[in-house]
């Protein structure tokens, strides 16, 4: 629209999301909360969410809704995330989510909301009995990190198909209204190593909070004997570990728990093996079952000591939406007014 449009600089801005439903597991952690932390050591503007209006395109019971929200929040700050540091907060304290939500799905086509693999997974055969929501879910998405114009998402490697319709979006925004760089586009992070941590049951499917067998994840709130165990009974192959990693293709379970050790130990793949190439796993899964123990249980252990005070919790997420609202009210102003909507978001005032 005007010159200084087409030359907005973005402010370097990290926003990511943890749905609350259920147990998280090793591979929310891995492959995303623990690099939240860990971008707590760089130049960023960090707002972590729990992203509960997604949870709710699915039935959630309320008093358990309740308290998977506090359970999530208890997990970012168990795993190191400092709310004086990070904004952290649930998502639908901020109206603003909801409402860029709803302005997306008149923006995003259903041409490409038909190709998300997520929702067909999701609703399985019975598609004409998902929710609306569902469906429309990778809009309040994109509603997310651009309602802070965030420029960078951590996140693990299933969510990168819709981090792509994000951008799209943010792209269609900026030509419809004729704003360029309106909104940024915002680039996933996928931690190579930890990217995709799949189910002990079976290598070829993702490590997941809603899988049926609870032995198929390590839940972040195990203590020190389940995770032994679940490591133990963890399914692999009879061959030893290979030296090189060329020998852990066709070898998903075998592959899975070396980069669940890669990834750790804070390793590659290759360094896994350089130690334990030629050993079989009865001598690898002991040494797995004690390094995710040293890792995993002190984070349990807060986690559990944290969601003893609730009201604590709640404090942490009222303040945390508080700064994320002023963050993102300048932001739909400026939506609602390139788009023509007056007074919107205003309430009346
Ligand atoms: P959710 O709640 O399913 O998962 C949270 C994060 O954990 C990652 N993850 C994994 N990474 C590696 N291996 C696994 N087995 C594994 N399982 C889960 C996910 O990739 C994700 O990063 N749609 C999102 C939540 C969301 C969001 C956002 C994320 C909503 N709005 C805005 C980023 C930005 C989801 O359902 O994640």
């Not at 093996?273 to 040293?294: D, H, I, N, R, W």
């Not at 349990?300 to 002023?326: K, N, S």
Request: glycine share 8%; aromatic share 6%.
């Amino acid at each position: 629209m005007s010159a200084e449009n087409s030359t907005r600089t973005h402010t370097p801005r990290v926003f990511s999301g943890v749905q609350p439903t259920g147990n998280l597991t090793l591979g929310n952690y891995l492959g995303a909360v623990r690099n939240f932390v860990a971008l707590q050591e760089q130049d960023f503007e960090r707002l972590y969410c729990v992203v509960d209006l997604h949870a709710i395109t699915v039935a959630q019971d309320p008093a358990a809704l309740r308290t998977a929200i506090r359970e999530v929040a208890a997990a970012f700050i168990a795993s190191g995330l400092d709310p004086a540091k990070s904004i952290l907060f649930n998502q639908g304290r901020v109206t603003a989510h909801a409402e860029l939500g709803w302005i997306f799905s008149c923006v995003a086509r259903m041409g490409w909301l038909n190709r998300m693999t997520q929702f067909k997974e999701k609703a399985g055969k019975n598609k004409e009995n998902a929710s609306v929501g569902l469906y429309a879910y990778p809009n309040l998405m994109a509603a997310d990190i651009l309602a802070y114009r965030a420029t960078h998402v951590p996140v693990g490697e299933d969510q990168k198909q819709h981090l792509e319709l994000a951008r799209d979006i943010a792209q269609k925004f900026n030509n419809d209204f004729n704003v360029p760089d309106f909104f940024p586009q915002p680039e996933p992070l996928i931690q190579a190593e930890s990217a995709r941590i799949m189910s002990l049951r079976d290598g070829t499917k993702k490590m997941s909070k809603s899988d049926p067998s609870d032995m198929s994840r390590i839940n972040m709130t195990d203590d020190a004997d389940t995770v032994a165990s679940k490591i133990r009974k963890a399914k692999t192959d009879p061959e030893p570990l290979p030296s090189e990693t060329d020998g852990l293709a066709e070898r998903p379970e075998a592959d899975n728990l070396v980069g669940i050790f890669a990834a750790l130990s804070g390793g590659s793949k290759q360094d896994v093996l350089s130690e334990y190439g030629g050993q079989g796993f009865g001598a690898f899964k002991p040494a797995l079952a004690e390094l995710t123990v040293s890792k995993m249980a002190p984070i349990g252990d807060e986690m559990r000591r944290l969601t003893q005070d609730p009201e604590h919790i709640d404090a942490i997420l009222t303040d945390g939406a508080r700064r994320a609202a002023v963050l993102a009210r300048p932001i739909m102003d400026e939506v609602y007014d390139v788009m023509g909507l007056i007074g919107g978001g205003r309430n009346g005032a």
